[in-house]
């Protein structure tokens, strides 16, 4: 068992198979049990499974704090915040892309379950091409966060309507390219159909794999600001991954919970675009100062206290136009 304590990106075997073992155990959890079976879920069931997520999220930040001291955990948890709040505007996102192809809402989790596990290995190959290249040239810290301060003021200017998912290049290149059935067949992403002129069944796609690509393109979109966000809180490839895995496993079950809340968090754009230029703009106090970090505690308690200010903010603004949760 001596190989479980070899180092691989800078932390031994064992820490990687334990945050392995438990995502795949959350993944087996979700799909093969709680989920067998398709069926709308409802808002209640989503925000307690929404929760229960964050918890595990938590707690794991907890271990990763007793195993490697203080400042990683407060840096995970800090990580953790940020990505679990970026992913809160991808639910938006989400959701504009299924009402766009009509998904109905049986479906809908199966579409998200293929669609994160997608998202976890592009996130596996993104936050590994940006750990080889801070390690390689430490200025591509600042590059990251000058792009992320600059990714906010954008943020803040802009009127935040994601558009018509088919009216992007993407979509239209594909419904081009590719056989396309009329309407859903089940829960099946590919459909096999002869020729009326006979001959060797042709595969074609249902709406159903449309929807997926899109959301991963859309989260390839959503990484460009979220890998150099997580980069700008800590540089250890173990953190930037296991907090940013953590957020989006949660991502289905906050769909379910948010997408039919959407107007309520009106102002939670305004938040993330403040923290955005905020996580860039320390890299840049750190550097002037000459610290090595910036103070993880002020860093944790600054993403706190903009994220709650943007939701609460939003609830009270907006307070009455919210539906009743579904059971």
């Known amino acids: 068992m001596d190989f479980l304590l070899q180092p691989a990106l800078g932390k031994p075997l064992w820490m990687w198979a334990v945050f392995l073992a438990v995502v795949i155990v959350l993944l087996v959890l979700d799909l093969g049990v709680l989920h067998r079976k398709p069926k709308p879920i409802g808002a209640r069931e989503s925000l307690l499974m929404s929760a229960g997520y964050i918890a595990i999220g938590l707690a794991f930040g907890a271990w990763v704090w007793s195993e490697l001291g203080q400042q990683a955990g407060l840096e995970y948890v800090t990580g953790f915040l940020v990505e679990k709040s970026l992913a809160m505007d991808n639910v938006f996102v989400i959701a504009s892309i299924f009402a766009a192809f009509a998904i109905p809402p049986i479906y809908q989790h199966r579409v998200l379950f293929w669609g994160i596990l997608g998202v976890i290995v592009l996130r596996a190959l993104m936050i590994g091409a940006g750990a080889a290249l801070v390690a390689n040239f430490e200025w591509v810290l600042l590059l990251f966060a000058g792009f992320l301060v600059l990714a906010g003021g954008k943020m803040l200017l802009s009127k935040g309507d994601h558009g018509d998912p088919k ?59 979220s890998v150099p966000a997580i980069f700008a809180i800590t540089t250890d490839p173990y953190i930037v991954f296991t907090s940013n895995i953590f957020a989006i496993l949660g991502l289905r079950a906050l769909y379910f919970a948010l997408a039919a809340l959407t107007a309520r968090f009106a102002y939670l754009k305004t938040a993330l675009a403040l923290l955005l230029v905020f996580i860039g703009g320390k890299v840049f106090v750190a550097e002037a100062m000459g610290w090595e970090k910036f103070p993880a ?31």
């Open 167 to 225: 009216d992007n290049p993407a979509y239209r290149w594909l419904a081009g390219h590719l056989r396309l059935t009329d309407g859903f067949e089940g829960g099946r992403f590919f459909v096999r159909r002869a020729p009326q002129a006979g001959g060797r069944p042709l595969l074609y796609v249902t709406p159903l794999f449309l929807a997926l690509v899109m959301i991963e393109l859309a989260d390839v979109v959503f990484a460009v600001d």
């Open 297 to 327: 505690p002020v860093s944790l308690g600054v993403t706190a206290a903009l994220l709650a200010g943007g939701v609460l903010y939003s609830m009270w603004r907006t307070r009455g136009q919210g539906p009743a949760l579904a059971a």
